[in-house]
């Protein structure tokens, strides 16, 4: 899958196109935002925060619009973070996998912790 397909699923999401003229969402975008990775993710989380803070609540419409939910789109993320050790992702928009691993690594001295996650249990213990 291109990232031109993903970049104008998330672009659609972003900007309302879709939903503002009245069109069914495009079938290959919203397929692309199902499969987006860390980094697309992360700005769609950003743009529904700032919504959020703006309106008192954020459009889910859009994700709607393709059938997509943004806790499931959250979960799948945060799953794959898991299994490939992103930790800040998880630090960021994982609290129950942050909490798993910070108990399986974190949970012991400073000095027998793994010098792969000192500075994941350090930033889980500043949130």
């Known amino acids: 899958m ?10 659609c999401l972003m900007t309302g196109f879709a939903a503002a003229e009245n069109l069914a969402p495009d079938q290959a975008a919203c397929a692309g935002l199902a ?3 860390p980094e ?34 959250r979960q799948r993320q945060c799953n794959k ?16 996998e942050a909490w798993s691993l910070a108990r399986a690594q974190c949970e012991r001295g400073l000095d027998t912790i793994s010098p792969r996650y000192r500075e994941f249990c350090r930033a ?4």
Request: glycine content about 12%; hydrophobic content about 35%; proline content about 0%.
């Open 2 to 11: 291109g990232r031109r397909m993903v970049w104008g699923g998330l672009l």
């Open 35 to 37: 499969q987006q990775g």
């Open 40 to 73: 697309a993710f992360s700005q769609l989380a950003e743009q529904l925060e700032a919504e959020q803070k703006q309106r008192g609540g954020a459009s889910t419409d859009r994700l709607a619009a393709c059938g997509l939910d943004y806790d499931t789109l």
């Open 81 to 96: 973070a898991y299994n490939e050790q992103n930790l800040e992702f998880l630090l960021r928009y994982c609290r129950y």
């Open 124 to 127: 889980f213990g500043r949130e």
